[in-house]
């Protein structure tokens, strides 16, 4: 009989792709979640999954061989309660990748304080283009992909490496526990600010990442990121290939329609042509292109896979055009994501006008930790909105910087109002969160249709 695994938090984008790669290498697999939502619950219960609403303690009764436990489980959950009342066998989600799923594999695994999920991507589908079918978990939703996890027979497997900590537990970041062979830096900045002090404390666990990688492994790192040079410099047991610096991995400007030339050390390897946008997104390019070819695919093969590349959802997707105005959703929450992403954006557009629609949705940003970086984040734009709920700080001192340019509102149907208000033919409206914004895309397309 197959062994049974019982998930709590499983509606979460990681836990819920540990449930699907479970359920695929043959386990019971059932889960429970405080909301049982799509689009997750969704793709579970298409697999078989028996999802459970709540935490309740009767969940006990299932009796599962192993109890997996997301990060977003506390002390004080009941059914954690009458789990460790019990005594019963329990594993955070990363310990049971790493020991059921990882082990033995060559793990390539994508850290950095932005893009993970586009470079996990990227690095996925360029393996798969080369016929290497890897197995994945990505903290967000392929294009290119029909599902966000996949457990395969490859000996590869591409995640996306948060520095997020593991289970209530279990403090170190999940990405200590995956033993990569291949380990990509991509960036490194102050974030999450509910669990570390400041830059230096997630330069430390970075260091650990680092250390777990083998001396036949290597490390891809961004040589123009002075936090990752620190993290380095502490020592480190692997061969490095640097990224964004003439010694490694270069990219060349982009052109109106996006393509630009790849080089190693100043040799030319091949122009990449496709649709993204931003300086952002050649860097992530660099690190997958590096990564890949450490498990074995060319750099002119991997170049013709990322012309096909069609890019992540959530990441500067077009969500509909009414009336000569574009909507556009972007996951941006970090005053660097923001900045990089409307300067793609205004590369792109030129001098059509750029409503920005901010939500400062993640404990960093309602903490007020960078809310002074704000306003010269959204420089690129030519009206800001600001969606004020919920935040520990008072916007309309901070965006007073940007005079006139800037708007606040608690209120999302009146922001829907003054942006529907606004917007005019040729603009293109970028909204930026890290959550769904209480469909505020869907509701603005709807206005732009019928005008008030």
């Known amino acids: 009989m197959a062994q049974h695994l019982h998930i709590l938090g499983i509606c979460g984008t990681f836990m819920g792709g540990i449930a699907a790669i479970a359920k695929a290498a043959g386990y019971r697999v059932t889960g429970c979640d405080a909301n049982v939502y799509p689009p997750m619950s969704e793709q579970l219960t298409a697999l078989g999954i028996e999802l459970i609403e709540g935490f309740g303690e009767d969940q006990v009764r299932l009796k599962p061989d192993l109890w997996v436990i997301g990060n977003v489980v506390t002390r004080g959950n009941p059914l954690m309660e009458a789990i460790l009342d019990r005594g019963e066998r329990y594993v955070s989600g990363p310990q049971w990748l790493a020991a059921h799923v990882l082990a033995g594999r060559h793990v390539l695994a994508v850290a950095g304080t932005h893009g993970k999920?586009?470079?996990?991507?990227?690095?996925?589908?360029?393996?798969?283009?080369?016929?290497?079918?890897?197995?994945?978990?990505?903290?967000?939703?392929?294009?290119d992909f029909p599902t966000s996890a996949r457990h395969t027979g490859s000996d590869l497997f591409v995640i996306e490496a948060d520095e997020y900590d593991t289970a209530f537990f279990d403090k170190r970041s999940k990405f200590v526990h995956y033993g990569p062979r291949t380990a990509i830096l991509n960036n490194l900045e102050f974030d999450h600010a509910d669990i570390f002090d400041d830059l230096a404390s997630i330069e430390r666990q970075f260091h650990h990442f680092v250390r777990i990688v083998p001396r036949t492994g290597l490390l891809v790192s961004n040589g123009a990121?002075?936090?990752?040079?620190?993290?380095?410099?502490?020592?480190?047991?692997?061969?490095?290939?640097?990224?964004?610096?003439?010694?490694?991995?270069?990219?060349?400007?982009?052109?109106?329609?996006?393509?630009?030339?790849?080089?190693w050390q100043?040799?030319?390897?091949?122009?990449?042509?496709?649709?993204?946008?931003?300086?952002?997104?050649?860097?992530?390019?660099l690190a997958a292109l590096g990564a890949a070819r450490h498990a074995?695919?060319?750099?002119?093969?991997?170049?013709?896979?990322?012309?096909?590349?069609?890019?992540?959802?959530?990441?500067?997707?077009?969500?509909?055009?009414?009336?000569?105005?574009?909507?556009?959703?972007?996951?941006?929450?970090?005053?660097?994501?923001?900045?990089?992403?409307?300067?793609?954006?205004?590369?792109?557009?030129?001098?059509?006008?750029?409503?920005?629609?901010?939500?400062?949705?993640?404990?960093?940003?309602?903490?007020?930790?960078?809310?002074?970086?704000?306003?010269?984040?959204?420089?690129?734009?030519?009206?800001?909105?600001?969606?004020t709920a919920n935040v520990g700080w008072n916007p309309e001192t901070v965006f007073a910087r940007l005079g006139a340019r800037a708007s606040c509102?608690?209120?999302?149907?009146?922001?829907?109002?003054?942006?529907?208000?606004?917007?005019?033919?040729?603009?293109?409206?970028?909204?930026?969160?890290?959550?769904?914004?209480?469909?505020?895309?869907?509701?603005?397309?709807?206005?732009?249709h019928k005008p008030a």
């Open 296 to 387: 074995g695919v060319p750099p002119t093969q991997a170049i013709e896979a990322l012309s096909r590349f069609s890019g992540v959802r959530r990441r500067m997707q077009v969500r509909g055009e009414v009336a000569g105005v574009t909507v556009y959703d972007d996951f941006a929450h970090h005053p660097t994501a923001i900045r990089t992403t409307l300067e793609g954006l205004r590369q792109r557009v030129g001098k059509a006008r750029i409503l920005a629609v901010l939500e400062p949705r993640s404990n960093t940003m309602r903490r007020g930790v960078m809310k002074d970086a704000l306003p010269e984040s959204l420089a690129a734009a030519d009206h800001v909105f600001v969606y």
């Open 266 to 285: 100043g040799e030319a390897l091949g122009r990449v042509r496709w649709k993204l946008l931003g300086e952002h997104n050649r860097m992530n390019a």
């Open 117 to 143: 999920t586009t470079v996990s991507t990227m690095l996925a589908w360029i393996l798969e283009c080369a016929g290497r079918k890897p197995g994945y978990l990505i903290g967000g939703v392929p294009m």
């Open 225 to 263: 990121d002075k936090a990752l040079e620190r993290v380095l410099t502490k020592g480190a047991w692997s061969p490095i290939e640097r990224f964004g610096v003439p010694t490694g991995w270069t990219a060349g400007p982009s052109d109106k329609d996006g393509a630009f030339e790849l080089a």
């Open 409 to 448: 509102s608690g209120d999302l149907e009146a922001l829907v109002s003054a942006i529907a208000a606004e917007a005019h033919a040729g603009d293109h409206v970028l909204v930026m969160s890290n959550g769904g914004f209480g469909g505020i895309h869907g509701k603005l397309l709807d206005r732009l």
